[in-house]
């Protein structure tokens, strides 16, 4: 049995480490096949006749062609509970088309998080921000001593601009609201309505600045994401904030330890009025592409809290389940963010993941970096839309996704 | 015969003797000239280094001043004369010291930063020594010591000294270190330590073989099994890592030649330009550079293709590059 997927080194390792147990007490041998070229190359795969038996799929954007080309084999009755049951609605609704269940949430990840040093934080008598106004007072302080307050690096190769396409999710979310991010999603609102113009400007406020990143205004596109993450961890701190993924200590590498009183530590990044704040994931849903019995077998595990609390033991995971009890998870942070994602109120999934994949995939991500490199910013929002297909499949996140 | 076993007679015996011990020792009358070809040779061989320069390299070598201080340690080896071998090695750290210091300099004013994609040639070599460098070592060693007893061989010793490749690891050591690269200086360092161990083994066998073992002239028992005890070490720290490493590129090579058929397998409109195979614990990773006509087969089906021949997991990156010809004619 094959399953095909995005995850790499450590990450696949750790996968099929914790499917050993299935493959012992069923039988069926999986082997894991990961690609960076992940969704040119299943598609490829698919359209040739070479299926996998399944595949770890990061961007429900892509469910809907993997459905309306035939690939994608909907969940079985038996199936479908686990596929559904102690999982967010909201999530639900994504791997949701037309009322039939087509995947199985695997992994979360949270995007909405702000990195910082606790030590460097106590040196300059910060507090975690609460509101964007705390933010915004927190930033100002940074920079009356002198530092610089933001990390900032989009580059990523093949992949350049999704930090900064997930910095720009977060602004709109933040200060345009849920339903305006829902309707972005679908380009019912496109992107160079003012709003989500607005919310690029916003970003741009700061990473176009000559004093808030480090570096100054064109260290955002000379920088790498790694770049940036690792800026964090120097001694003393070259940058004191880094809005970063809950995967940012994998960028970082090293013996650097993750705790709120260790090297390096996160916060949600705030709500615009001081209320709870909103968050947006990204993750890893199971789709199969063959009826097969041992094929259902896999599905059915990997959608287990069994399967969730064998991999949490791991580190670097958080499951979807809210069977997974938190202290299954053997590190401070994945229980953080469980914790922290069970608690949301507004729950969002990554816009760009959501849109077609060539939008959300490759013009939003080239047109932020075209932006931040010195375009107009009207054009490269025009030039966006223009990339937005004249017929879109359906994006499963409209069934259900409501605040 | 010429290489039958022969003492050699003792005003000989004294001759060697002298020239060996009064030069190698700290504050005799070579040092400053000992210091001085340390700091230039290994300067020269850094520059010839970073050429790419054959003739740099070798004159480098030439200019070298260690086959004396060797040649000492492998005398009082022999002999268990522990003064003497410190002394020796003294002289040996010293001139590694100035080497190092010349080469590191050299490395810091031109090449602050190496990559591996632009080392060249005779560099990346010293990053990869194996057991041919053991036996061209353990032959020099050997030369060094034959000609310096025989004095009808005289004659050779400046192929010797060329032989006597302690400079060009020592000059790349101090370049990594300039650089900052630490896995490429520690390569550098293990052929450093397997060259001037093989050497002194070589020496060791040729000055005993052919008539500086003389009993009347040994130190006490002790002395004598410090001496050994030395010998010993010498030939543990010149034959386990280069064991371990050569074992490390045997198992590579071999994994190489599987990568080379399994892509011929995997694309066969493709090219190879460059092959990096490395086998580790817990799995492999290839590195491939390749040019072709048309865009490539997926790398995921490569790495299943290995994967399946090694039964382990295997990483595999690739970077392409086109190739295309365009010829156009027009006539009226």
Known sequence: ?403 | MGLARKRIDDEQWKLVEDSLYDRARPGGPATRNFIVFSLLSSAIASMGLLLNSAPAVIGAMLLGPFITSLLAIAGALIHGWGRRLANAGAMLAIGIAMSMLSSFIVGKVFAPRLADAQLPSQLLALTKPGLLDLGIALLAGLAAGYATLRTEAAGALSGVAVSVTLEPPLAAMGLFLASRDGDAFRQAGLAFVTNLGALVLGATVALAWFGFADRSKRGTRTQAGIGIAIWVALVIAVTVPLAVYSQRVIRNTAFEVQVGQSVRDWDPSVHIVTLDAQVAKGGATVHLEITGPRKPEPAWRLAEILSDKRGSRVSVSVSFTLTSEDEALSTR
């Open chain 1, 1 to 403: 049995m094959t399953v095909f997927g995005t995850l790499s080194d450590s990450e696949a390792d750790a996968f099929t480490t914790s499917v050993q147990q299935f493959e012992r007490s069923s039988g069926i041998n999986v082997r894991y096949v990961g690609s960076s070229n992940f969704e040119a190359d299943l598609l490829e795969r698919l359209r040739r006749g070479d299926a996998p038996d399944m595949a770890l799929l990061p961007q429900p954007g892509l469910l809907p062609t993997l459905v309306s080309e035939g690939f994608a084999v909907p969940w079985t009755a038996a199936l479908k509970a686990s596929a559904t049951e102690h999982i967010d609605p909201r999530l639900v609704g994504l791997s949701t088309i037309e009322n039939q269940v087509y995947a199985s949430w695997y992994e979360l990840t949270l995007k909405s998080l702000v990195w910082y040093s606790p030590s460097e934080f106590a040196r300059l008598g910060l507090t975690v921000p609460q509101s964007w106004n705390d933010l915004d007072a927190l930033v100002a302080k940074v920079v009356a001593a002198g530092l610089s307050p933001w990390c900032l690096g989009i580059r990523d190769g093949g992949a350049t601009g999704w930090v900064a396409t997930d910095w720009v999710e977060d602004l709109v979310l933040r200060f345009a609201g849920s339903d305006v991010y829902d309707r972005w999603i679908t380009h019912e609102v496109p992107f160079s309505d003012r709003v989500i113009a607005n919310a690029v400007q916003r970003f741009g406020d700061i990473a176009l600045s000559n004093t808030l990143v480090y570096g100054g205004s064109r260290a955002a596109v000379r920088n790498t994401v790694t770049d940036a993450a690792r800026q964090l961890t120097t001694s003393p701190s070259k940058c004191v904030l880094n809005r970063q993924a809950s995967f940012l200590p994998r960028l970082v590498g090293g013996r650097t330890a993750i705790g709120p009183t260790a090297d390096l530590w996160a916060f949600p990044l705030p709500s615009a009025d001081g209320a709870k704040a909103p968050l947006i994931v990204g993750g890893t849903m199971s789709v199969r592409f063959s009826n097969d019995p041992n094929v259902d077998q896999l599905a059915a595990y990997l959608a287990s809290a069994e399967a969730a609390r064998e991999r949490a033991k791991l580190g670097s995971f958080v499951s979807p389940l809210t069977t997974v009890p938190l202290d299954a998870y053997v590190s401070e942070l994945d229980r953080s963010v469980a914790g922290w994602l069970r608690d949301a109120d507004v729950l969002r999934f990554d816009a760009s993941d959501l849109m077609p994949p060539s939008v959300g995939v490759a013009a939003f991500w080239t047109g932020m970096a075209a932006w931040l490199g010195g375009a107009r910013l009207s054009s490269v929002l025009h030039e966006i839309d223009r990339a937005w297909p004249a017929t879109s499949n359906s994006i499963p996140g409209q069934v259900t996704v409501k605040s």
